[in-house]
Nanobody, 117 residues
């Protein structure tokens, strides 16, 4: 069974930084492409970053490109999201999961990121 536990969110001022962590289990982690999603109130969950199984490639949504960095540590079954130059529009509940996971799939509780003065 897949388990995903996100952590590291919080309240930060615009321009600040946060580092999110995701602990994954129940996956063949080193063979799995992983990503970070976010969902703001009233909006659908969007994939904002993904990383290849070995960390060999990364992709980002235009909205976060140049500000966020996704990374992973396969020895620890961990995925990270370094978020820099945060903006109020980055405020959302952030989740980790495999790309293409449907809404009815297995999701963690997410971690809340709030960017506000």
């Amino acid at each position: 069974q897949v388990q995903l536990v996100e952590s590291g969110g919080g309240l930060v001022q615009p321009g600040g930084s946060l580092r999110l962590s995701c602990a994954a289990s129940g996956l063949t982690f080193s063979m799995t492409v992983m990503g970070w999603y976010r969902q703001a109130p009233g909006k659908e969950r969007d994939l904002v970053a993904q990383i290849g199984a070995l960390g060999e490639s990364t992709t980002y949504a235009d909205s976060v490109k140049g500000r966020f960095i996704i990374s992973r540590d396969n020895a620890r079954n961990m995925v990270y999201l370094q978020m820099n130059s945060l903006k109020p529009e980055d405020t959302a509940l952030y989740y980790c999961n495999r790309p293409y996971t449907p809404p009815s799939g297995v999701w963690g509780q997410g971690t809340q990121v709030t960017v506000s003065s």
